[in-house]
Nanobody
Framework: QVQLVEPGGGLAQAGGPLRLSCAASASFFSIAAMGWYRQAPGKQRELVATFTSDGSTNSPDSVKGRFTISRDNAKNTVYLQVNSLTPEDTAVYYC??????????WGQGTQVTVSS
């Protein structure tokens, strides 16, 4: 069982930056992939950025250049840095982890609201 804790989020200004963090209760050695999804009102949950099992990163073209995922192995924590925020980035952001046994774990979600 992996627990994911996501402090942060809240209200942000358009054009500004935002940093989210997600701490896992398990070591990264037991986690195959870990990253971020988001769900805007009335839309499906979508991938934002993730570390894959080989340590590389994956993100959709729509966010490349503005979204950066990073991690601190010593703290079992991944970060999402978002620059040049737009109101369209308003969503609930979810941390996700997948074990090597293909079990999926989700954080409780953190609301990000971008004001123009």
């Amino acid at each position: 069982q992996v627990q994911l804790v996501e402090p942060g989020g809240g209200l942000a200004q358009a054009g500004g930056p935002l940093r989210l963090s997600c701490a896992a209760s398990a070591s990264f050695f037991s986690i195959a992939a870990m990253g971020w999804y988001r769900q805007a009102p009335g839309k499906q949950r979508e991938l934002v950025a993730t570390f894959t099992s080989d340590g590389s990163t994956n993100s959709p073209d729509s966010v490349k250049g503005r979204f950066t995922i990073s991690r601190d192995n010593a703290k079992n924590t991944v970060y999402l840095q978002v620059n040049s925020l737009t109101p369209e980035d308003t969503a609930v952001y979810y941390c996700h982890a997948r074990s090597f046994w293909r079990d999926d774990y989700w954080g409780q979600g953190t609301q990000v609201t971008v004001s123009s």
